[in-house]
């Protein structure tokens, strides 16, 4: 009898706040799903606005991100942090530290060439990355060699 192998998790933490972001989400996540299981906060966690908007006071809202997010990112193997923007989102920048103390594998994604320093991303951003890649298919293709 062969044992199966589980299939290893991944976290996309990433921009979700306008149409744009979260068609990019959508088409990264159905690129990784044929080889992990991903967890993409505005499809399997929660989304402040939509709590808000249901009659969940803000607190309470607020709380259940936070420990959606937080436990999916305790159970995680892998956390993909999308990089883009002149400043790295402030939620991704979060999930990023919060996974690296955690002792979690860390890669980013970054196809977007502003950045805010002169000198390319702050620091604390580049070193909680194992590898930051410009490009969807390489990220792909070397998550999919792990």
């Known amino acids: 009898m062969t044992a199966t192998k589980r299939r290893m998790r991944l976290y996309l933490a990433s921009p979700l706040f306008n149409d744009r972001e979260r ?54 193997d892998i956390v ?28 980013g994604l970054q196809t977007d060439i502003r950045r805010q320093l002169p000198t390319g991303n702050n620091p604390m951003i580049n070193r909680s990355c194992i590898e930051i890649f410009n490009d969807v298919g390489r990220l792909c293709s070397w998550l999919r060699r792990l």
Do not use: M, W
């Open 80 to 107: 993909v942090a999308v990089l883009d923007g002149a400043n790295v989102d402030e939620g991704v920048a979060f999930e990023l530290g919060y996974s690296k103390a955690l002792g979690k594998t860390c890669v």
């Open 23 to 76: 068609t990019f989400n959508d088409s990264l996540r159905d690129q990784l799903t044929p080889d992990f299981d991903v967890f993409v906060p505005q499809i399997d966690g929660f989304l402040l606005a939509k709590l808000v908007a249901q009659g969940t006071d803000k607190d309470t809202a607020e709380r259940i991100v936070y420990e959606a997010d937080i436990s999916a990112i305790t159970t995680t």
